[in-house]
């Protein structure tokens, strides 16, 4: 076990290894990793304890005598203490020590004097101990993971709360509506097309496109306002239990999906920053492709535009490229002249690309419905939670890599949902915040299940390298779990329903 290796070296001959070994008990307990009902049973620990001031180098003697002192408060480390002789070591070494530290081995002396009826006991003892009491008066449980639950009835479902107006549960909703133009809209048909295509070249081929090329000229909004590459991207994610090969694109799907969050976290911090804020709100936002389009009608026959004069705002992506871009911001860096922006455009049309499907013959499109779209389109929040429910089941495959890509996308998401939800979500009784907050339970629950699933197929009589899998999926998603739970639920947020004791 861990900590019988600890405590041994704790009794090392080089000071050094003694000091590391200390400071690691002292972590766990402070992490709660360990508690103080594991280590009042080791013998060896008073023993090592004591001795470590027998050393010629003696390091961390606050240390260890502070931990003696909140040991003591035990009954069985008083026993532990007296039976090695420990009134008798403390009692010599209290003339040997500075003055601080001699109020604190009086602390312990004191201790080890006190009655056993008066030294409080631990919770587990005196749930044996107090049982019938325990059945009067119900215990209120604490955490995210109580200790004692065997003997508990199941909670009471708390009654669906009276459905409210106001939604308090967004830290950030939406982003501001962006138009596009007829060239732009071409392009994001043409990819959603193919995505759902039966040629899995095609989906691979567009996944690669997405992650090189689209998500780079539009800016990352412009897929939750139009949700329906998102929508088959997160569809795509099904075949990662699929064989021939289909895991591939699963995975091409995790990584437009994990590129997707970075470059939104990235317009959140733009759209955050105050350098960028303007008090224009007109139907053609700044930041939309129209808008560009518009300044390039009034820039096209100037013979030397100034870079700033294209437009009134630096470029989405920080990028200066002559090559015309997806968002509209072909003009970013206006050409010296608007025959050479014609031929840059030309050549674009050469290349045999889903992205060229906007530049060649295609049917018309139908007028945009703003209004429609608006009610259509994906806010922050439902985004996040639909990678949670798309994503969570995948951690249930036998592959390493896609446990690992998946929980790879899974961190930037629960980087998106601290900025996007705030912890009301649990006290949110708006529709909105129902729903939401249903579906994150069930997401817990699915990671619940996933670490059952895992810890349940840990056994010796599987191959080495499905015990190591296993192992890691569990110490990996148990991680994730808990940051989750750190990121959306506070402990002292958690009110635990009382429950009756059998």
């Known amino acids: 076990m861990v900590l019988a290796g600890l405590i041994r070296k704790l009794g090392h001959q080089l000071a050094e290894i003694r000091e590391r070994a200390l400071k690691s008990i002292l972590c766990k307990i402070e992490h709660n990793l360990i508690c103080y009902a594991d280590l009042i049973q080791e013998r060896q620990l008073f023993l090592h304890l004591l001795e470590w001031f027998n050393f010629p180098s003696v390091p961390m003697k606050e240390e260890v005598l502070n931990l003696l002192s909140r040991l003591v408060k035990y009954p069985p480390a008083v026993q532990h203490l007296v039976d090695v002789g420990a009134v008798e070591f403390l009692s010599k070494l209290r003339s040997n020590v500075e003055p601080n530290l001699q109020a604190e081995i009086d602390g312990i002396l004191d201790g080890l004097f006190i009655l056993p009826s008066e030294v409080p006991a631990l919770s587990s003892a005196s749930y044996q101990t107090n049982q019938t009491e325990l059945s009067k008066n119900p215990e209120i449980l604490t955490g995210y993971f109580p200790q004692d639950k065997s003997n508990f009835q199941q909670m009471e479902v708390p009654l669906r709360p009276v459905v409210n107006q106001t939604v308090k549960c967004l830290k950030f909703s939406t982003f501001p509506w962006l138009p596009l133009t007829t060239t732009d809209r071409h ?128 470029s989405v992506v920080g990028r200066t490229g002559q090559r015309p ?122 990671l619940g299940e996933t670490m059952c699933y895992h810890k349940s197929s840990i056994s010796l009589e599987q191959p080495e390298v499905m015990l190591v899998h296993h192992r890691m999926a569990f110490i990996s998603i148990s991680l994730f779990a808990v940051r989750l739970l750190q990121t959306l639920l506070p402990v002292e947020k958690i009110n635990w329903p009382v429950l009756n004791v059998v």
């Open 187 to 314: 392009v994001l048909s043409s990819n959603e097309s193919s995505l759902r295509s039966s040629n899995h070249t095609l989906i691979w081929n567009t996944c690669e496109l997405l992650k090189d090329v689209i998500m780079q000229d539009f800016p990352a909004e412009i897929f939750l306002q139009r949700p329906k590459i998102v929508q088959s991207l997160l569809s795509l994610l099904k075949l990662a239990f699929g064989g021939d090969g289909k895991h591939r694109l699963a995975l091409q799907s995790v990584s437009c999906l994990q590129q997707l969050c970075m470059y939104l976290r990235n317009r959140l911090n733009f759209h955050r920053d105050p350098g960028f804020f303007s008090n224009k709100h007109d139907t053609v936002s700044q930041n939309s492709s129209l808008s560009y389009c518009h300044e390039a009608r009034g820039t096209h026959h100037s013979q030397n535009p100034s870079p700033g004069s294209s437009s009134p705002r630096p």
């Open 325 to 446: 871009r997806g968002d509209g911001q072909d003009w970013d860096a206006a050409s010296s002249s608007g025959s050479s922006s014609h031929a840059h455009v030309n050549s674009r049309i050469s290349v045999h690309s889903p992205l060229d499907m906007g530049h060649i013959d295609l049917p018309e499109l139908e007028t945009e419905d703003t209004l429609e779209l608006q009610f259509q389109q994906l806010s922050l929040p439902q985004f996040c939670v639909s990678i949670l429910e798309s994503a969570v089941p995948l951690l249930r495959t036998g592959s390493r890599q896609v446990i690992i890509r998946v929980l790879e996308l899974l961190t930037e998401d629960m980087t998106l949902i601290g900025e996007a939800i705030s912890t009301d979500i649990w006290d949110d009784s708006s529709l909105f915040g129902i729903d939401m907050k249903e579906k994150l339970l069930l997401v817990l629950g699915a």
